[in-house]
């Protein structure tokens, strides 16, 4: 039962343009949401996250967006860089102490020069 | 000066040995995870310590035994181990308490024979 969803494996940009990640959840209880960037040999880096009493939060090129009636939200990279070429997860938690994190499958992002 | 860091990166051994991975973290966090990923990419929590306390153990398999000497350590020894355990493991770290991201080490690789 994935509780956390990342439905395109994949995803291709050109360089300058805007990529767009998505994520849907189906735990009404999750309440913080974060994005993590994967680049291959290398543990997730935590890149941006937003509480569910926002719906919007920025940090520089990154924005990340939650819409909790259609449980989803998404990350927007813009302008799309070659450096951002890497795994995209994202991950999902009730906001109780330390509770675990749960993972979307992630998607692959490619940026094209 | 890495933040969350294991040992060793890559760990191949044959089915039926004992194993064990070290975790360490110089954030001052008070809370540590492991987490398990498998073949299909999957990232998903195992165990979760605060202060030296388990609090999160996801049915795994009692061949796993997590064990945290203090705060800033939490290694995973491993019993018999068998074909299915090969994965990447990867430790985290995180504060308890309000949106605190975890973040992660770079994962030990662990290949069964």
């Known amino acids: 039962d994935q509780q956390v969803k990342q439905n395109s494996p994949s995803l291709s940009v050109q360089e300058g343009r805007i990529s767009i990640l998505n994520c849907d959840y189906t735990?009404?209880?999750?309440?913080?949401f974060l994005w993590y960037k994967k680049y291959p040999a290398e543990g997730p880096t935590f890149l941006i996250s937003?509480?569910?009493?926002?719906d919007k939060n920025e940090d520089g090129r990154f924005t990340v967006f939650l819409n909790k009636s259609a449980k989803h939200l998404s990350l927007h990279i813009v302008p799309s860089q070659p450096g951002d070429s890497a795994v995209y997860f994202c991950?999902?938690?009730?906001?109780?102490?330390?509770?675990?994190?749960?993972f979307g499958t992630g998607t692959r992002l490619t940026i094209i020069p | 000066d890495t933040a969350v860091s294991q040992t060793p990166k890559y760990l191949v051994t044959q089915m039926g040995n004992d194993k064990s991975i070290k975790c360490e973290q110089n954030?001052?966090?008070?809370?540590m995870y492991w987490y398990k990923q498998d073949s299909k990419k999957f990232l998903k929590i195992m165990f979760s310590?605060?202060?030296?306390?388990?609090?999160i153990n996801e049915t795994v398999p009692n061949r796993f035994s997590p064990k945290s000497p203090d705060k800033a350590h939490l290694n995973l020894h491993i019993n018999s181990l068998e074909l299915g355990d090969s994965a990447v493991y990867f430790c985290?770290?995180?504060?308890?308490?309000?949106?605190?991201?975890?973040?992660f080490g770079d994962g030990t690789r662990l290949s069964i024979l």
């Open positions: 985290a770290s995180s504060q308890a308490g309000g949106y605190q991201p975890q973040h």
């Open positions: 735990n009404s209880m999750f309440d913080y």
């Open positions: 937003i509480s569910s009493i926002k």
């Open positions: 991950a999902a938690r009730k906001n109780f102490g330390n509770e675990k994190l749960t």
């Open positions: 954030l001052g966090h008070d809370t």
């Open positions: 310590y605060n202060n030296k306390e388990l609090i």
